[in-house]
C-alpha cells in the first residue's frame, strides 16, 4: 500500500511539475525535465534526503569508511543540510542506538540551514571567519573533528576558469582550518572542479595528510566537472 501511495505522489508531483513548465524559460525547463528524469532526485525524495547530493556522500563512505559511530564532523557549505543528515546517521548524533557512541556533527554555511536534529548549524555563517571558527570550537568536543567534509561551491559566475580558481581557494582554506580544529590522524572530504589549478590543491593536501586521493562518485553528474580530493590521515603542522 505504503509504495502505491508513494506511486501516486510522484506522479502527481510530476504532473504539477510539468503543468508550470510552461511559464518557464528554455533554460529553467530543461532544469526542471532533468531533474524529474534524475534516479538520484527520485530516490532524494523516497528516503526523504533533502537533496540528491547525499548519495555522494553515501557512495564515498561506503568505500572509505570516513564516518564512524562517535565521530566528531565538520560540514563545511552545508545548505540544505543533505551531507549533515547522512553524518547524523553514521555517527550516530542523536545517540539514536544507545549501545554506540555518540558523535557530533557541525554544519555551516553563507545560507540558512534548516532545522536537523542531531546537527548543530551555524547559518549565515562564514567558515573562513575567525570568529566562526571560534564558535566551531566550541561546538566541537575537545575542540577537535574527525573528520572535514566540504561539498561547498561559490556562485556561478559563468566563467569556469574563474570559478575553479575561486573554488580551489575556499579549499585552501580548509587547510588552514584543518590545521586549527582536525585531530591527527583526521579527514578531509573536499569538492573541486577541475582545472589547471587542482595539482596546487593536491600538493597542498600532500604537505600535511599522509595520503591524498582523487574521487568521481557515481551519482556526480555525468556533464559535471566536479572532483572530490579525500585526504586521510592529518599531520598536525611543527609550531
Known sequence: MWSVS?????????YCVMKKLKSRTP??????????RD?????????????????KLLEIDDKFRLLQPGFSVVDCGAAPGAWSQVAVQRVNSTGGDPDLPR?????IDLLN?????????????????????????????????HVILSDM?????????MDHERLITLCLSLVKLADKILQPGGNLLCKYW???????LQETLSNVFDNVRIIRPNASRKDSSEHYFL????RKPIK
Open 113 to 145: 540551514i534548516p532545522r536537523l536534529d542531531g546537527a548543530h548549524f551555524l547559518s549565515c555563517h562564514d567558515v573562513t571567519d575567525p570568529a566562526t571558527q571560534a564558535k566551531l570550537l566550541e561546538l566541537l568536543p575537545d575542540g577537535q573533528a
Open 39 to 55: 534516479p538520484y532526485v527520485k530516490a532524494s525524495h523516497v528516503q526523504n534526503y533533502r537533496c540528491r547530493s547525499a548519495f
Open 27 to 36: 533554460a529553467e525547463q530543461r532544469w526542471v525535465q532533468r531533474q524529474l
Open 194 to 200: 577541475d582545472g589547471i589549478l587542482a595539482h596546487k
Open 231 to 234: 585526504a586521510r590521515k592529518h
Open 6 to 14: 508513494l506511486h501516486r505522489r510522484l506522479i502527481h508531483s510530476s
Open 153 to 161: 561551491a561559490p556562485n556561478a559566475s559563468g566563467f569556469r576558469e
Open 103 to 107: 558523535g557530533t556533527v557541525v554544519g
